[in-house]
Nanobody
Framework: QVQLMESGGGSVQAGGSLRLSCAASGYTGSRYCMGWFRQAPGKEREGVATFDSDGDTRYADSVKGRFTISKDNAKNTLYLQMNSLKPEDTAIYYC??????????????????WGQGTQVTVSS
């Protein structure tokens, strides 16, 4: 059973930085797609960034140039470095995984494993 555990959320002023971590365990396959998603109050869950087993990354337009997704394979941990944070980045951030190959896009459908979420609050 795949388990994902996020950490690193918190409160920061606009322009600040945070790094989210997602520790993954319980999978053995070599092909995967992992990503970060977020959900603000009253809004649908949206994709922020994804990282696949080929090392390819994808970003939502709203975070390009500010956020960086990466993975430490030795630690089985996915990261999201968030710089130049804006109040509109405020949301619960979720780590998600799909243990298969194929297109690793930003839509939440198809991701079968989810973490519990971590709150990110950016004040102006």
């Amino acid at each position: 059973q795949v388990q994902l555990m996020e950490s690193g959320g918190g409160s920061v002023q606009a322009g600040g930085s945070l790094r989210l971590s997602c520790a993954a365990s319980g999978y053995t396959g070599s092909r995967y797609c992992m990503g970060w998603f977020r959900q603000a109050p009253g809004k649908e869950r949206e994709g922020v960034a994804t990282f696949d087993s080929d090392g390819d990354t994808r970003y939502a337009d709203s975070v390009k140039g500010r956020f960086t997704i990466s993975k430490d394979n030795a630690k089985n941990t996915l990261y999201l470095q968030m710089n130049s944070l804006k109040p509109e980045d405020t949301a619960i951030y979720y780590c998600a995984a799909r243990i298969s190959g194929g297109y690793c896009g930003l839509r939440p459908e198809g991701f079968g494993y989810w973490g519990q979420g971590t709150q990110v609050t950016v004040s102006s």
